[in-house]
């Protein structure tokens, strides 16, 4: 079983930058595709941002391209997302998953192993 756990979150001021931290357990971590997802409060989780296990081949929603980065270090089993000119509507917890394939995906459904989250709270 793959456990996923993130860090980073926090409450900041809009324009400010957060960088995200998500932990997985297992060997084969650098085999398979990872990515983010956000749920905002009353709203569906969406997706952030993914990338390809080669680190190659990244996707970014509209609302977060050009202002967040995905990453990853293999060798300690950790991906990343920063996240700079952080702005109100950023605000929502963030989820890191990793995929089911090495290929980057924007499906939630092609998710295999989901962390708990972190909540990331930007004031204006």
């Known amino acids: 079983q793959v456990q996923l756990v993130e860090s980073g979150g926090g409450l900041v001021q809009a324009g400010d930058s957060l960088r995200l931290s998500c932990v997985a357990s297992?060997?084969?971590?650098?085999?398979?595709?990872v990515a983010w997802f956000r749920q905002a409060p009353g709203k569906e989780r969406e997706f952030v941002a993914a990338?390809?296990?080669?680190?190659?081949?990244?996707y970014y929603a509209d609302s977060v391209k050009g202002r967040f980065t995905i990453s990853r270090l293999n060798a300690k089993n950790t991906m990343y997302l920063q996240l700079n000119s952080l702005k109100p509507e950023d605000t929502a917890v963030y989820y890191c998953?990793?995929?089911?394939?090495?290929?980057?995906?924007?499906?939630?459904?092609?998710?295999?192993?989901w962390g708990k989250g972190t909540l990331v709270t930007v004031s204006s």
């Open positions: 990338l390809s296990s080669s680190g190659r081949v990244t």
């Open positions: 297992g060997r084969t971590f650098s085999e398979y595709s």
């Open positions: 998953a990793r995929g089911k394939t090495p290929v980057a995906t924007t499906d939630s459904h092609g998710m295999g192993y």
